[in-house]
């Protein structure tokens, strides 16, 4: 094409594309699921757009928001067209081929680890997954503020793109043509599309539509030559269903009073949906199948499989803010979760009376529960505004609210239906149905997981600490290897025991070897183990638990009762620790004590109360080193 112009894949696109025009991947049908997951976004921006200024959508055909998608057995080619915002010749440049997305090596890794291409789509780079179908692509696009341009590229390296002189005019959106590979030849069936389309869109919010063929019987006279048995194609452009039926009865009543003519098949076309736009969290929830929610969550999760959310969550929220929600706590934490929490952005889909508004909302949730996937739709906040005044509209405080106490329910739930999690309770409270296998371990799966998200709400949200220590779980001294909870040990604290004890440190290992534990351990007093970097500044913020202080057994304040000896020996080594304190100095340490806390070793260095016990010293010093 004389008005091409030649660019070159960035790098780490280039190694994907290889990756995948190569790969032995077995599940190719993914293309299509990433595909209608596109068009969809951009019909979403549109209709975003249109809230605000009606213009942008165009007049006549380019109004209808849909997808459509037609098959060319005779060149190969399979299309998927849909009216979205389209691309400008800069978009296409950028977004098919010169910015790598952040997480484009991640998923190079991950691809050459495992070969399972199948979560393309959370990468950030789902387009791609055409390369698995097709040796040669074509995105023809229009958006309002540019011409119509073509991208074309047969993955060797380099693509071109054209201003488009030769098509058919879109008016506003995109086509995607798929030039497929000889191996790929099903998806030419209709009947192939028909399946995957039902499979990976059920969801989706705009109608899709097949350019179907149908074979229709038609009376024509049976004249002399048998001409008549060719079979014809008519192309019908009408969707309307009522006009087939209407012909047909018109057709008997015909052979009856006329026997002179005969019946040929004749294939017609017309646009036929294949999915209708339904919204599950509409839904009452006593109506929606267990089946339902996983594939809705699944088409959330831009990724299929048989993995099962751990959890998920339906309500209606009423009152002066009205708002439905389905949340899910996904079965794995994403791969970054924890590398870039700070930056990390809400995974909730945010819906105005069923129109998608965003998935970037991060007034939603606070940024430890950033690991649920899931939808809102609300019928209060304002549907014509900007972003920004959504942003800053007074009921989303509401709404969040609302949402997180939800989602500390769902999490509480896990818990509470785990077999595991509820042993040494009453016999009685644990339920005795077929889903008791499947929900056992659930809650340690749960906490390996996302732990680290509690811990971090119990920082950072004053509001609910209390209802996320709950959730906390740990090992201690009396655990058995196992996790237990803040109410569990509180359950079995000896009778006079006022405080909630816990040791923090690296290891597990290295903290059952501590002297801090000697004594207490004789003495049957259960010690919880801290052994995350992050426990340190936990136990800054959880002061104390159901009425119970914690105490850490490294620092000042342990008391085990009265001792009567305590006096009599103080007594008779004073001299000694007055020696002590003398060599030692104040600047090395406060005071010098003798204590009941130890058994075989003869000394330890404690912690001041409000100081920094030795673990946090270390902790800190990694930090500046
Ligand atoms: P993602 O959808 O996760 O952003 P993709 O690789 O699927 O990643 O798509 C890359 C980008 O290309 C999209 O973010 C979008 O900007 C653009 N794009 C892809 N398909 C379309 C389309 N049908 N209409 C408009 N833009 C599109
Ligand atoms: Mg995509």
Known sequence: RNNAEKFEFQAEVSRLMDIIVNSLYSNKDIFLRELISNASDALDKIRF???????????????????????????????????????????????????????????????????????????????????????????????????????????????????????????????????????????????????????????????????????????????????????????????????DEDAEKGEDEDTEKKPKTKTVKETTYEWEVLNDVKAIWLRSPKDVTEKEYIKFYHSL?????????????????????????????PPKAPHNLYDSYYKSKSNLKLYVRRVFISDEFDELLPKFLSFLKGIVDSDTLPLNVSREMLQAHGSLKTIKKKLIRKALDMIRKIAEEDPDESSGKDEKEVEKSSDNDEKKGQYTKFWNEYGKSIKLGIIEDASNRNRLAKLLRFESTKSDGKLTSLDKYISRMKSGQKEILYITGTSQEQLEKSPFLERLKKKNYEVIFFTDPVDEYLMQYLMDYEGKQFQ?????????????????????FKELTKWWKGVLTTSKVDDVKISNRLDNTPCVVVTSKFGWSANMERIMQAQTL
Do not use: C
């Open 49 to 243: 757009l249109s809230l605000t200024d009606k213009e942008v959508l165009g007049e006549g055909d380019a109004t209808k928001l849909d997808i459509q998608i037609k098959l060319d057995k005779e060149k190969k080619i399979l299309s998927l067209r849909d009216r979205g915002i389209g691309m400008t010749k800069e978009d296409l440049i950028k977004n098919l081929g010169t910015i790598a997305k952040s997480g484009t090596s991640a998923f190079v890794e991950k691809v050459q680890s495992s070969g399972d291409l199948n979560l393309i789509g959370q990468f950030g780079v789902g387009f791609y997954s055409v390369y698995l179908v097709a040796d040669y692509v074509e995105v023809v696009s229009k958006h309002n503020d540019d011409k119509q341009y073509v991208w074309e590229s047969k993955a060797d390296g380099a693509f071109a793109i054209s201003e488009d002189t030769w098509n058919e005019p879109l008016g506003r959106g995109t086509e995607i043509r798929l030039h497929l590979r000889d191996e790929a030849q099903e998806y030419l069936e209709e009947s192939k599309l028909k399946e995957l389309v039902k499979r990976y869109s059920e969801f989706i919010n705009f109608p899709i539509y097949i350019w179907a063929s149908k074979e229709v019987d038609v009376e024509v006279p049976a004249d002399e030559d048998d001409s008549g048995d060719e079979e014809e194609t008519t192309d019908k452009t009408s969707s309307e269903e009522g006009e």
């Open 301 to 329: 999760a831009k990724g299929f499989g048989d993995e099962k959310p751990m959890a998920w969550s339906h309500f209606t929220a009423e009152g002066d803010v009205e708002f439905k929600a389905v949340l899910y706590v």
């Open 552 to 572: 850490n057994v490294s620092k000042e304040g342990l008391k085990f009762g009265k001792d009567k000896t305590n006096k009599e020996l103080k007594e008779s």
